[in-house]
């Protein structure tokens, strides 16, 4: 079975790399599925959503909260590269949920970027905001 090879990073760290066999990335332009033999393509993300990997073994889902970036696909690989990447398993819940209380008190002080991030954490940890 043909697999991916994926890799997620942020200027910080390795966030996640491995075999997949699927991707799902959103994109400015919307959602999109990346499979083996997928065509070249190089997209933006959306800032503030998240990119799930199904693992090549069979293991659970992989969710993580990116901020903006760009993914690359190139034959069977995939480049994720976001400028701010967190494990759903890393995100500590209640600081999620702090820092959407603290976007939500002083909307209209900013693009909106803080309140898209606090929620994507929220969404990689399974705990819907």
């Not at 990073?9 to 033999?37: D, F, H, N």
């Amino acid at each position: 079975m043909a697999t991916l090879k994926v890799g997620l990073v942020s200027p910080e760290r390795e966030v996640w790399s491995g075999e997949a066999k699927m991707v799902v990335a959103q994109t400015i332009e919307g959602q999109l599925g990346i499979m083996p033999g997928h065509a070249p393509v190089l997209g933006v993300l959306l800032d503030g959503s998240v990119v799930k990997i199904e693992p090549a073994d069979g293991g659970e889902w992989v969710t993580a909260m990116v901020g903006s970036g760009f993914f690359s696909i190139a034959g069977d690989e995939v480049s994720v590269l976001a400028e701010q990447a967190e494990l759903g398993t890393e995100v500590d819940v209640a600081d999620a949920r702090r820092s959407l209380d603290e976007a939500l008190s002083s909307a209209g002080a900013d693009d909106g970027t803080a309140e898209r991030r606090a929620r994507a954490r929220l969404r990689a940890a399974g705990s819907e905001a």
